[in-house]
């Protein structure tokens, strides 16, 4: 039974009564050395050794959830913990909202449930593993140290989502957790499932876009898998996005502290050269957002979709804050969208049901333009006349309706030979990559920040912040 209580002292930390059921506790115990060797293999390099300030879960209470301390990495406790919810659960979405909720899975939901628990799973370790080298080059302890959370909770993200295939999916759920392991990022033949999962992150401009930008797909996802009918799921989800809230913090505070000090060196400079003063340019960040959101905006699926509307229809995932709905079926209504007909756009109204992956997207997209009007009001607060901007979502797309055109950032369709030759200007390029990494020197005194990004606003938890987040002398 899932309880408040947290039986913190056994091998696995769990709330879930672990201990009560002897077969799955065993079959855990089973593929924690594997998830350690995994952890060893493809987590964080060389950092093992380093006291981390981390936050550990301790408890599924909304106050006081998280203890902080110095912690190894290796020593992480990782565990299980799902939030207990004391009213009786029901479907919350579909033809049978308000039906009792599924405690078990039901036979005629298994592959698609087990398929969309796989296809988030997947997602956890993989960012663990685009983001391996990225300590080295931590623009402060207190950068480092908000890297390292954000792995160590990832890795906890993959247990939630093993328990769930362990405890509820038989040899199939336990083949698929192993598999789990066996998949890396951007290896060609054992690839991770989704495509923003397998782009490189060599660098911490894209660690902050990908925190802002691609987390925050996670987080959509997660709160839509919250309303799912089948209650472990559910409650699972529910207590990822209360850990999952501070990496989109990282990401999105990270990317205004790096707007901040480019305002500043753009100042500083005769010719308002942000380059010059060894910092990154404007251009050069917009190119990094419109990449980073437009893998992104991928991963919420196809803009018309099948599968979107049975998941909904059967209560296997619902809308983002479904409970806000007055109407929990959605089966009148359209959506109207634009698509590419005849070689030019028109618009075409779509069965809401089938538009779902479009509804969740635009939950999204208000979500990421609340950030950007967050980003100029420092520009403008900085006597910056530079903006930024999110690009349509038709631009550089590689899945859904828009993925076998092409379009300019403010959604134009253009033909494919436009594309390629403006690509430079409008995306992340090799050469851009090779400047990041050229200024991407490590600053590890306490307190101390990089040249091309401001410091926060305040530390974690109290701590000042030139507290020493990482212990890097032996
Ligand atoms: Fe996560
Ligand atoms: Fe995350």
Redesign the pocket.
């Known amino acids: 039974m899932v309880s408040n209580t947290v039986d913190l002292n056994a091998k696995i930390p769990n709330n879930v009564g672990l201990s009560d059921d002897v077969k799955l506790q065993r079959a855990l115990e089973k593929w924690l050395p594997s998830y350690l060797e995994w952890w060893n293999d493809m987590g964080p390099s060389d950092f093992a050794q380093k006291n981390v300030y981390l936050r550990t879960a301790v408890s599924v209470d909304n106050d006081g959830w998280a203890h902080y301390d110095y912690v190894k990495m290796p020593d992480y406790r990782w565990g299980i913990f799902l939030n207990p919810r004391q009213e009786e659960s029901l479907i919350r979405c579909g033809d049978d909202a308000g039906k009792a909720a599924w405690h078990e899975v039901p036979g005629e939901h298994r592959n698609a449930l087990r398929r969309i628990i796989v296809t988030q799973a997947d997602?956890?370790p993989a960012?663990v593993e685009q983001q391996r080298l990225l300590g080295h080059t931590a623009p402060s302890l207190y950068d480092m140290r908000n890297l390292f959370q954000?792995n160590v909770?990832?890795g906890r993200?993959l247990w939630a989502m093993v328990y769930l295939l362990h405890k509820y999916f038989g040899r199939d759920g336990r083949d698929e957790a192993d598999m789990l392991l066996e998949r890396r990022s951007g290896d060609p033949d054992k690839p991770r499932i989704l495509g923003a999962f397998n782009q490189p992150c060599d660098h911490w401009l894209s660690f902050f876009a990908f925190?802002m930008f691609t987390?925050r797909d996670?987080?959509y996802q997660l709160a839509a898998l919250a309303q799912s009918g089948f209650d472990p799921l559910a409650r699972t989800t529910e207590f990822?996005l209360t850990?999952?809230a501070?990496?989109?913090f990282v990401g999105e505070t990270g990317m205004d502290r790096i707007v901040k000090r480019s305002a500043e060196l753009q100042r500083l400079d005769p010719n308002g050269d942000v380059r010059n003063q060894g910092g990154i340019d404007f251009d050069l960040i917009q190119r990094t957002i419109n990449y980073w959101y437009t893998y992104s905006l991928d991963l919420f699926g196809g803009e018309i979709s099948s599968n979107a509307a049975d998941f909904f229809a059967t209560g296997l995932k619902g809308r983002y804050r479904e409970d806000k709905y007055e109407e929990h079926r959605a089966l009148g209504g359209t959506y109207r969208l634009p698509v590419v007909e005849d070689g030019r756009l028109s618009e075409r109204d779509v069965p809401m049901r089938n538009a779902m992956n479009e509804v969740l997207r635009d939950a999204y997209v208000h979500d990421c333009e609340r950030a950007l009007r967050k980003w100029n009001r420092t520009l403008e607060e900085a006597g910056s006349p530079t903006r930024l901007a999110l690009p349509s979502r038709r631009f550089h797309r590689h899945q859904g309706i828009y993925a076998d055109h092409a379009f300019d950032p403010t959604g134009n369709l253009i033909t494919k030979d436009q594309f390629e030759q403006r690509r430079h200007e409008w995306v992340l390029t090799p050469s851009d990559n090779d400047y990041l990494l050229s200024i991407m020197k490590a600053s590890h005194e306490p307190g101390k920040f990089a040249n091309w990004i401001a410091p926060p606003t305040r530390g974690i938890e109290g701590q000042p912040i030139d507290f020493e987040y990482v212990q890097l002398r032996d």
């Open positions: 997602t956890e960012s954000v909770e990832e993200h925190t987390d996670g987080k990822m850990e999952e501070h990496h989109l």
